[in-house]
């Protein structure tokens, strides 16, 4: 740890409206939209704006490309030792009193079949805080009583959607049919008024690979003018994309379809930006710069931290630090040795660094 010092953060000689069209432009989710003052706050190390949790690493599918799972698993399982309720309740008190605005459910598995699921989300919403819940929607499907619940408590909610083709989708998860109840899922959101608010509590979330990238700008447009958020982005660097390759090939059937999972190039991905920014500005729609994602979205999940199921508190989901210009597989903490995420995002030196060069882009992800 070290003493702070006064941040320069070249975003804080903006106003408070300004940080607000930068960072939470009018095409982002509810979840992810916060005043500029809160922003500001956040950047001066005096607020955990938007912090991350993991449940449990059981999940219903066993993506090849998942970014929580080691290289050589064989499938997603629950792990040994992970936090129990009481843990996570506490985790949440902190976070709270630490000035978190929304806490971003995440993972490593698939949250939503997490025993405890229903009682964690609650407890955030009963503290005065927004829930943002990424999910395969495989319970939503299933579960109208869920879908209802998720309603209730106001919930962000973040789809996967890789594609549109049934037969595609289905090889890239390594499930049959999960398309069709991926499709029953986005129906119930659509029916339940998930995409009415404004801003939107609907989003969804592309991984960009050489199979789908013929029509990530269709499936951009249909969020355009179905009021979703689309959040568009490379692999992670961590996992089974460790150092933003595919490298789950050894889980797939048949081999010849990893040249499906390969990334996309630097050229790719631009292509698809110009056509994106073109769209936006011929639509009425903000163009924004810096951004993270394909579809011109900032990263804001970077002004928070994020707490995996054994305890490790790491700077975001990426489970990464950028030190000397390498990125480097350590946490910046274990919970069980912090008292305040209040001290740790205000001291400690890397989470100081990077709020001093935060800047809404990804500093972990290959564009």
């Not at 319970?139 to 594609?163: C, G, Q």
């Not at 919970?335 to 800047?359: A, G, I």
Request: aromatic share 10%; proline share 4%.
């Amino acid at each position: 740890m070290i003493t702070t010092k006064n941040i320069s953060n070249k975003l804080l000689k903006y106003s408070d409206k300004e940080l607000e069209e930068l960072l939470c432009p009018s095409t982002t989710l509810d979840a992810w939209t916060f005043k500029g003052k809160h922003i500001r706050e956040a950047i001066e190390g005096k607020r955990v704006l938007n912090p991350s949790i993991d449940l449990s690493n059981a999940c219903n599918l066993n993506c090849p490309y998942c970014y929580v799972e080691k290289i050589g698993s064989l499938r997603k399982k629950r792990n040994k030792n992970e936090l129990h309720f009481n843990e996570y309740k506490e985790i949440i008190d902190k976070l709270a009193k630490a000035g978190a605005k929304t806490i971003n459910i995440i993972g490593a598995g698939e949250p939503t079949i997490d025993f405890e699921f229903k009682k964690i989300a609650s407890y955030i919403k009963e503290l005065g805080m927004k829930v943002l819940v990424a999910t395969n929607g495989i319970k939503i499907a299933t579960s109208d009583s869920f879908v209802e619940f998720l309603k209730e408590i106001d919930a962000s909610v973040v789809l996967k959607v890789n594609s549109f083709d049934s037969e595609l989708q289905d090889i890239l998860v390594g499930q049959k049919d999960y398309s069709k109840t991926r499709d029953i899922a986005l129906k119930k959101l659509f029916d339940y008024g998930f995409n009415k608010n404004h801003p939107t509590r609907l989003a969804i979330n592309t991984l960009l690979m050489k199979s789908n990238l013929n029509e990530v700008f269709d499936i951009f447009k249909f969020c355009r003018k179905n009021n979703i958020t689309y959040i568009a982005g490379n692999y992670m660097p961590t996992g089974r994309t460790e150092d933003s390759k595919f490298q789950g090939d050894y889980l797939l059937e048949d081999k010849k379809t990893k040249e499906l999972f390969e990334p996309v190039t630097t050229e790719e991905y631009m292509n698809i930006r110009k056509q994106v920014i073109e769209y936006d500005k011929m639509n009425g729609f903000p163009t924004i710069s810096p951004d993270a994602y394909i579809s011109g979205l900032p990263c804001i999940q970077g002004l928070g931290v994020q707490i995996d199921n054994k305890g490790k508190i790491w700077h975001c989901p990426a489970r990464q630090q950028k030190i000397n210009g390498k990125l480097v597989p350590e946490p910046v903490e274990n919970y069980f040795d912090t008292l305040k995420f209040d001290t740790l995002w205000k001291e400690q030196s890397y989470l100081k660094w990077f709020r001093e060069n935060y800047n809404g882009t990804c500093p972990y992800k290959k564009i």
